[in-house]
């Protein structure tokens, strides 16, 4: 498999009249052996169907499609979603026939054409990076694994553990779906344009949702309550959602949990009970 180098990559470029914008995150990965190890940390079977968000000007999608039996990319770029196929056909044309193109934002897209997609494995764009994962998660129940690239500030926050510095509402939404861990740094050097911050792989492995007596999106307001005063207590920061602080000192203990503690201390599983009490 031929994959694109600095020199392809500028080319492509420089033909399609592009100047990567960071309002759609494009820094474009240049270096082939940064796409193999991308795809062989992916741990992708023969037979699985890829999505893939933010394709670009096509490096890791060559590398993926040598990989499985198909693969998806959702480009948001019209420019670029018309110029993938090009130049599939053009660097791998034995494969071309793998990849189907949906012109569209990751965010706002449902379904898929084709077989359900099995895996994700994506250069996210960093300033929508947890919103788009997370949509995929919800969105698509058929994937099972995903191995996605983001700045290395929120694979930290994506995979931090109950009581670091960096767990929040990321790192709680992520655990509702899937165990994530991170999977290794990515360097700058290998983007063009070079960014000015820091990336790593954060590999996610899907698993049952908690069981609740309440849904999801209660659960995530309840997140979303008691991060949005991150040095609160529970008593505190709840205190709006729950009508008094005193109210939200009996839900809190209700759950078992507390009052005094910070969400920051909270595991996925305590916050699921945590909303049941205050909706029961």
């Known amino acids: 498999m031929t994959l694109l180098g600095p020199a392809d990559v500028r080319r492509l470029a420089t033909d399609l009249g592009l100047r990567p ?4 995150g ?86 898929l054409p084709g077989p359900p997609p099995t895996a994700l494995v994506a250069n996210l764009p960093y300033n929508v990076a947890v919103p788009v994962l997370l949509r995929a998660l919800e969105r698509w129940p058929s994937v099972r694994h995903a191995l996605v690239m983001v700045q290395a500030e929120v694979a930290d926050r994506i995979t931090a553990p109950p009581g670091s510095r960096t767990y929040g509402v990321p790192s709680v939404k992520v655990a509702w779906w899937a165990s994530a861990r991170r999977a290794g740094p990515v360097p700058r050097a290998v983007f063009w344009p070079v960014p000015n911050v820091d990336s790593a792989l954060v590999a996610v492995e899907r698993r049952q949702p908690p069981a609740v007596e309440v849904g999801r999106e209660q659960v995530f307001a309840v997140v979303d309550a ?19 602080a005193a109210e939200a000192e009996r839900v809190v203990r209700a759950a078992g949990l507390d009052p005094l503690a910070r969400g920051e201390s909270l595991s996925i599983g305590e916050f699921v009970r945590l909303a049941a009490a205050l909706h029961s």
């Open 21 to 24: 914008t960071k309002k759609w």
């Open 26 to 111: 494009q820094n474009f990965v240049v270096d082939a052996n940064t796409v193999r190890r991308i795809v062989r940390t992916a741990a992708l079977d023969p037979d699985d169907v890829v999505v893939e968000i933010g394709p670009g000007l096509g490096s890791l999608t060559l590398g993926l499609l040598d990989a499985v039996a198909r693969v998806v990319a959702v480009e948001i770029d019209p420019v670029l979603a018309a110029q993938l196929p090009r130049t599939v056909a053009s660097f791998a044309p034995e494969v071309a026939d793998r990849l189907e193109v949906v012109a569209a934002d990751a965010l706002v897209v449902d379904a």
């Open 226 to 244: 008691a991060f949005a005063h991150r040095r609160k207590s529970l008593r505190a920061a709840l205190a709006g959602y729950a009508g008094s």
